[in-house]
C-alpha cells in the first residue's frame, strides 16, 4: 500500500475518529485498511491512463490524493454524510488529474527520474515526409 492506516486517520476530524473508534472497537484499523485497498485501486486507476502502475514508490502527492480518497471512502461508509469529506474527495481527484496531465514520472513515483519515464501516451516530435509515408 502507498499509505498507512496513520496517514489516512490524519485526515478524520477527531471527533468523527473518536466515534469511529468507538463504534468499531478492534476492527477499526481493519475497516480504514479495506477502504485504503480500494482508493488505492482508484488511485491506480486513474494515474493508468499516463503511468505504469502500481508505482515502486508513491510521491507524497500521490500519497495525499490516496489518503483523502480513503478517508471519503471511509467517512461515506460509517455516516453516510459524504458532504462532510466532498471537498477532500475533490481535492484529491483534481490533484490525481494535474498529476495525469503533468506527464511527470518524478511527481508520481519517487524512485523514477525523468529519464525512465514510465510515460504511456503523448507523441515524439517527428515529422514524417511523403516519402516515408509513401512506404506504408
Known sequence: ??????????????????????????????????????????????????????????????????????????TIAYSEKDEVVQDKYETAVTMLDYLVQAGNPALVDEELDGDTAGIFYGSEERVFTSEELSKW
Do not use: W
Open 1 to 74: 500500500m502507498y499509505c498507512s492506516v496513520d496517514d489516512v486517520l490524519h485526515e478524520f476530524t477527531p471527533d468523527l475518529k473518536a466515534s469511529m473508534l468507538r463504534d468499531y472497537g478492534t476492527d477499526f484499523e481493519e475497516n480504514i485498511a479495506r477502504h485504503i485497498e480500494k482508493a488505492q485501486a482508484f488511485v491506480d486507476a486513474s494515474l493508468a491512463r499516463a503511468y505504469s502502475v502500481p508505482l515502486h514508490k508513491a510521491s507524497a502527492v500521490v500519497v495525499s490524493a490516496l489518503c483523502k480518497i480513503a478517508a471519503y471512502f471511509a
